[in-house]
Each structure stands twice: as structure tokens, then as C-alpha cells.
């Protein structure tokens, strides 16, 4: 791995898509907004986030293949425009449908954007520095998620219009497709033969391959069944109300950054297997602590815990899965993007257990998404590096 191509000149460009990445969970916030713009009932509303996470099953692995034959730059840089696109749309018109419109364009926007950026950042970093670049670009989506309520409120206030967050996301966005554009990246990382969809769902054959899908199937699972489920938990063991309860959802959030940022580091000087074991120990630790804790401080403990153990987990397990396999990098991230779709799935069998059995069932849930990650250092282990040809 020459110098020249883990220059930051190279780098930057490419973590500023991973703001762009964090920009589709401006969906959260947005829902609040348009269901009282428009007087919309909860489930109405609820259209909005599902516009967004069906594209992850949708396109993941149809932008793989396209990918292998156009390059990961040119997908990413189609991604930006098809987000730019759908920030923009609410201010040609300003309706309930044209509000579907604009964020299933930032849904696919996104996936794109998802499908390229990891095997992008492969292409500007060494080997060895691969698993703590992609903490750190965790860490800048993280940021981009924080921050975003707290602009769509301020616009709110100060100028009487939330989708004024739209503008300054359509600014940002036209920024790093213009950056990316006059940067001069190099892909080497190619794959042996031309990817096809049927080459993508043959990669389900390898058993290590199906272990990291099912594993990013959970862990992103988990995470959003965790923020979803927070304000529940809080609420329904230590009887906190709603308003109070709604704090334990910033503590997760604040254990997220803290986890990619310290991540990032360490995974200077740790392998990613060991790491993953380590945080996944974490993760467990914490749920438990949930799931026995006495108090509402026990409680947002805990939570912190999960936070800073479950942090890394996305970021490791997507490493570990194109570093063993960097001649399919395209093919495998578009298999674990559409996993993302997990999102969608665990946290309505959470809520579906919690009813059946109460709040703890749905944390044992939880609890079993983080156990799963066991089994990718066992079949990683076994299963041969893919090495590209030269």
C-alpha cells in the first residue's frame, strides 16, 4: 500500500459522504413535523421512516453490481444527487405525498451512498488502518445524527420553517459530490469476474458470508429496537414518565459517539477480532444490567454500557467481512447493506414479545442479537482471506 493513497487529501472527501450517510436520520424528527403540519394520524405518519428503510432491501445488492461495473466513486457520487434531489423536493411543494417522494429519493440516496462508502473508504486506506477508519466514519454519521433534531429546532424557532435543515443538508451535500468529483481516486480493489445479482446471493453459499449478513441483520436491529425501546425500558422498570424516560435516548446516543471516537483509536493498536469479542462482552453486560437494574440511575448506567459496547459493532463486522474478502468488496457490501433492513424487523418482534410477556422479554431480545456476534470470529477464523488478483 503505496503512501500516496492513504493521503488525507484522499480521505476527507470520502468521511464527508459519511455526513451525507448521517443525513437520512433527519427521518425521525421530520415525521414529528410533517404529522403536525398536515394533522396526520400515528400510523399515517409512520409511512415516512418506512419510506426510507425498504430501499436497504430493495437496491442494496442491485447498487452492488452496478457498482463493480461503473465504480464506487461514480455510485456515490449518483447517491448525493439522488439526496440532494430529495431534500430539495419539499420546497417545490409542500404536501403529505410530496413528503413520501422526497424521502424515499433520500432513502435510495442513502442506500446507494451506504453500498459505496465502505468499499470507497477501502480504496483511500491501508489494510490495517481499514477497521479504525470505518469507527471514525461511524463517529462522523453518529455526529450528523445528534446534530440534526437539534438544527430542524432551530430553523423552527429562530425562522419559522424546520426544512430549513433540508437547505443546509442540500449545501453539505452538494459540497462533497463537488470535492469527490475533483478528487482523483484510484480503484484497485476490482473483482475476479463481473459482479451479477446471482453472483451477490451466491456469496450466501460461504458460511462466513451468511454469518456477517445475519450478524449485521441483528446488530443494526438491536441498535434501533434500542433507541426505540429506550424511553419503554426506563419507563415500565423504574416507572420514569415519558418526558424524563426521553433523556436515556441522548445517554445512548452520547455512549455511540464515545464508542467510534475511542474505537477509531484503538483499533489502531487492536485487532478487529479481539475487539469485537471485547465490545460485544460489553454490549451483553449492559442489557443485563438493564434487565436487573433497581434503579432509573442503574438504568441509564446500563444503557451507557450497551452504547459504548455496541458502538464499534457495525463498523467491526463490515471490516472484517471485505478484508476477508476484498475481491468481492462490492458484491458483499451490497449483501450487508440490505441486511440494514433488520432495523425494520427486530424492533417490532421487541415490541411484539413485550406485550406477550413484558418489557424484560423484549430486553432478553435484545440481549440475543448481541450473542449472535460470537459466531463471527469462529466462522471468520475458519474461512480463507479472498486475495484480488494483481
Keep these: 500500500m503505496s503512501a500516496k493513497k492513504s493521503t488525507l487529501k484522499k480521505i476527507l472527501p470520502v468521511f464527508l459522504t459519511f455526513i451525507v450517510m448521517g443525513f437520512v436520520d433527519i427521518v425521525g424528527v421530520s415525521t414529528g413535523y ?8 400515528d400510523t399515517t405518519a409512520q409511512f415516512l421512516p418506512s419510506m426510507v428503510f425498504i430501499w436497504f432491501f430493495v437496491f442494496s445488492i442491485p447498487v452492488g453490481v452496478l457498482q463493480d461495473k461503473i465504480g464506487k466513486k461514480k455510485m456515490m457520487n ?79 424557532l429562530h ?9 443546509v ?11 469527490l468529483s475533483m478528487t482523483g481516486i484510484e480503484e484497485t480493489m476490482h473483482s475476479e469476474a463481473p459482479a451479477t445479482f446471482r453472483s451477490c446471493l451466491g456469496l450466501l453459499k460461504d458460511k462466513f458470508v451468511v454469518a456477517v449478513v445475519i450478524g449485521i441483520f441483528l446488530i443494526v436491529g438491536a441498535d434501533v429496537g434500542m433507541n426505540s425501546n429506550i424511553q419503554s425500558f426506563l419507563m415500565k422498570l423504574h416507572g420514569v414518565r415519558l418526558e424524563k424516560a426521553s433523556y436515556g ?16 483509536i484503538l483499533l489502531n493498536y487492536v485487532k478487529p477480532l479481539f475487539f469485537l469479542v471485547s465490545t460485544n462482552f460489553l454490549a451483553i ?35 472484517i467481512a471485505i478484508n476477508k474478502m476484498p475481491a468481492r468488496a462490492n458484491e458483499i457490501s451490497g449483501l450487508l447493506i440490505m441486511a440494514v433492513v433488520g432495523g425494520a424487523v427486530i424492533p417490532p418482534i421487541m415490541g411484539a414479545v413485550s406485550s406477550s410477556v413484558g418489557v424484560a422479554g423484549s430486553i432478553v431480545v ?25
Design 34 to 41: 410533517v404529522q403536525k403540519d398536515f394533522g396526520l394520524t
Design 78 to 156: 449518483i447517491g448525493i444527487w439522488i439526496t440532494i434531489a430529495g431534500l430539495l423536493l419539499p420546497f417545490v411543494s409542500y404536501s403529505f405525498s410530496m413528503a413520501l417522494v422526497a424521502f424515499i429519493c433520500i432513502g435510495i440516496g442513502n442506500t446507494v451512498v451506504q453500498v459505496a462508502a465502505n468499499p470507497l473508504l477501502q480504496e483511500v486506506t491501508s489494510k490495517e488502518k481499514l477497521s479504525s477508519y470505518l469507527s471514525l466514519s461511524q463517529f462522523v454519521k453518529a455526529t450528523t445524527a445528534l446534530l440534526g433534531p437539534i438544527i430542524a429546532t432551530y430553523m423552527a
Design 366 to 390: 435484545l440481549i440475543l442479537c448481541f450473542v449472535y456476534q460470537f459466531v463471527i470470529p469462529l466462522t471468520a477464523k475458519k474461512a480463507p482471506v479472498t486475495k484480488q488478483k494483481a
Design 285 to 319: 453486560a449492559g442489557g443485563l444490567l438493564i434487565l436487573f437494574s433497581v434503579s432509573e440511575t442503574m438504568a441509564l448506567v446500563a444503557i451507557f454500557i450497551v452504547g459504548l459496547g455496541a458502538g464499534n459493532l457495525f463498523p467491526l463486522v463490515f471490516s
Design 249 to 264: 435516548i441522548s445517554v445512548y446516543f452520547m455512549a455511540l459517539m464515545i464508542s467510534r471516537f475511542t474505537g477509531a
Design 159 to 167: 425562522y419559522g420553517d424546520w426544512r430549513l435543515v433540508f437547505v
Design 169 to 179: 443538508y442540500a449545501v453539505v451535500s452538494l459540497l462533497s459530490v463537488l470535492w
